[in-house]
């Protein structure tokens, strides 16, 4: 069996016994006025953050959702789309299919606003989307793509890329790994399944966006997501998990190289009213800057004494420059 098929077999085990916490989120799913979720897909969150960032999803996008779980953020993407096929959820394990579907019909007798042809269940997997090229607003993908071998992310990655329209965004939510994660524990297929042990590091993540074609990307949140403890996962270290939200957009990845917002900001502390870069960036003294990681340690270069540079904040949510 192929660590691929290790993971169908798991999410068909956990389609038909739904295990609530398999993916240990630290949230409650994201509450929205007029929506009501049903106990039994709530009890499904196998994500561990969230993709859905209601800042991103204006003008009833189309939405391409690869791994559709329990249906959970279907369904929430629905809320924004509010249209037949206006959410597209991909998904290769039939009793997932399945769940998902007797999910969502609970959801259309309990949401006046909701239509169960809102969503769209199709059969596939992220490494051949059933869908043209160009042709979605948005793709999401919650605590999937983090199963992935790299080799097999790219594909997933690239795929993604594919079918944005120019200028669409990849919502991802995904653990990351404070280091790397040794061979004895990647090669656990279940573990890997279960979410636990394929995690990259977090310049490696970023790294395979980019190299995908992602010009920019955002990150929404980063947050303590499991312990890998030295006695169940023989190491000799404790090892961190962190859950990273992130938005990537399909925009072409400038010649000094690609923007990753990670929350840090430049101030300006001068003499003068404002500093000018003449590289498009303006600080107003004692004004906080939103900037990419490219620009700040540019600034941070360039004039040290009198641009402070904050730190990572993990949280961005647009503004600033690029
Ligand atoms: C960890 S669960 C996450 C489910 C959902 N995104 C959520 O947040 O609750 C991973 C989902 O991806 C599906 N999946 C597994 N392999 C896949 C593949 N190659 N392509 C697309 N989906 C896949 C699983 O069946 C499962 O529904």
């Given at each position: ?5 290790t ?11 739904p ?8 949230s409650?799913?994201?509450q ?6 049903p ?11 969230t ?109 993604a ?159 600033g420059?690029?």
């Open positions: 069996m192929t660590y691929l098929e993971t169908a077999e798991f999410y068909s085990e956990v389609a038909q016994t295990q609530v916490g398999l993916c240990c989120v630290q409650s799913p994201l929205l006025p007029g929506l009501k979720i106990p039994m897909m709530a009890d499904m969150n196998y994500g561990c953050g993709t859905v960032h209601p800042t991103e999803l204006s003008n009833q996008p189309t939405v391409l959702y690869v791994g559709v779980g329990g249906g959970l953020e279907a369904l929430q993407f629905a809320y924004f789309s509010q249209r037949p096929g206006g959410v597209i959820a991909v998904e290769p394990v039939q009793a997932m299919r399945e769940a998902a579907t007797r999910n969502l019909k609970i959801a259309a007798q309990d949401n006046s606003w909701f239509d169960q042809s809102f969503v769209e269940i199709r059969e596939g997997d992220a490494f051949a989307l059933p869908m043209p090229d160009d042709s979605v607003d948005v793709v999401a993908q919650n605590c999937l793509f983090n199963i992935f071998e790299p080799a097999d992310l790219m594909k997933a990655l690239k795929e890329y594919r079918v944005l329209k120019p200028g669409g965004r990849l919502l991802m939510s995904d653990p990351i790994a404070t280091r790397p994660i040794p061979p004895h524990l990647q090669e656990d297929e279940r573990l890997r399944a279960m979410c636990l042990s394929g995690a990259l590091t977090y310049q490696s993540y970023v790294q395979h966006l980019v190299r995908s074609g992602f010009g920019q990307v955002e990150i929404r949140a980063k947050r303590p997501y499991r312990l890998l403890d030295c006695q169940n996962y023989n190491l000799e270290e404790p090892l961190l998990l962190e859950s990273l939200d992130s938005v990537s957009f399909k925009v072409v990845i400038p010649e000094d190289g690609p923007c990753i917002f990670t929350g840090k900001t430049a101030i300006y502390m001068g003499a003068e009213e404002f500093f000018d870069d003449n590289a498009g960036h303006i600080l107003s003294r004692g004004v906080p800057a939103a900037v990419c990681d490219k620009t700040a340690a540019k600034l941070g270069k360039v004039n040290p004494e009198e641009i402070l540079i904050t730190d990572s904040t993990w949280h961005y949510i647009g503004g420059c690029c």
